[in-house]
């Protein structure tokens, strides 16, 4: 598989598959691959997982692997489509040593662009960079590919800084906090207690509780929770796994525990929240 290679780096039209769809692409996910659709004309709708959200040119959509995501254009649309793996991504961000970098393409989003502005047209000259140096010879093709990406990772830098300026304390909270998803996103289907998250983040329960009430306005044991009914949805929707499969993945000891707490976030049962949405 592409997103297997540890550099992978692809870049296509948007219409060079979706237009044959009737310019819409239905839910799927990546595993292991990173995307940033840059939306060169027309407009759409995106969703990602269980909301969607409206895209007119000239815009670049974030897409982190592992997120389902679905786009409907308006026909005639275009733009390209930038495809990196995840280990890629995380070198690259590791070299720019820009942990609002990190937070920002974790994060599934629309980002709007101005029409005619520098940091288009650098977008642009940068993807059109990647397409000419995958096409050329080996030599020197990474160091150049390695450039043209950062330039891309340069601008999504910049739209953070061009974001209210946060306080010392609050970028420490935001950084503990971006931790935690990270940490959660390994360990969800484990349900590891708040307790032995802050252990392994080597803060106390207090501050870690407080990082996520002033950031994401919600405890970590709701986030937690609520990471764990995103995956149990997408299981139920995009997997053919039946409802107790789906308890036991997530690390339910019983399916029927596994219903109670799907009915008690969701408000109806995992059988009830499939038939309504696949018939």
């Not at 009915?263 to 995992?270: Q, Y």
Request: with cysteine.
């Amino acid at each position: 598989m592409p997103g297997g290679e540890f550099r992978f780096v692809h870049v296509e039209k948007i219409s060079t598959r979706i237009r044959k769809y009737n310019w819409e692409l239905f839910p799927h996910r990546h595993r292991d691959l990173f995307q940033a659709v840059l939306v060169e004309s027309g407009q759409g709708h995106v969703s990602f997982d269980l909301w969607e959200e409206a895209f007119h040119f000239p815009a670049l959509v974030l897409v982190p692997s592992l997120v389902v995501h679905s786009f409907r254009y308006a026909p005639r649309s275009s733009g390209r489509v930038l495809t990196l793996s995840d280990a890629y991504v995380r070198e690259l961000v590791r070299f720019t040593d820009e942990p609002v970098l990190e937070s920002m393409l974790g994060r599934p989003q629309v980002v709007s662009l101005e029409a005619g502005s520098a940091a288009l047209r650098e977008i642009g000259a940068a993807l059109d960079a990647i397409a000419e140096r995958l096409a050329a010879a080996p030599q020197g093709r990474g160091a150049m590919l390695s450039a043209s990406v950062l330039s891309i990772f340069g601008h999504i830098t910049q739209h953070c800084r061009d974001l209210p300026v946060q306080g010392p304390e609050m970028l420490r909270r935001r950084y503990l906090y971006d931790q935690f998803r990270a940490l959660l996103e390994q360990h969800f289907r484990e349900q590891l207690s708040v307790a032995r998250y802050a252990a392994i983040l080597a803060v106390t329960e207090r501050t870690l509780h407080r990082a996520c009430r002033e950031v994401a306005g919600e405890p970590p044991l709701k986030i937690a929770h609520r990471r764990l009914v995103l995956e149990a949805q997408r299981l139920l929707l995009y997997s053919a796994m039946t409802v107790g499969e789906v308890s036991y993945h997530l690390g339910f000891k019983d399916p029927s525990n596994f219903s109670r707490f799907f009915v008690e976030h969701v408000g109806e049962s995992p059988i009830m929240f499939r038939r309504a949405r696949l018939g």
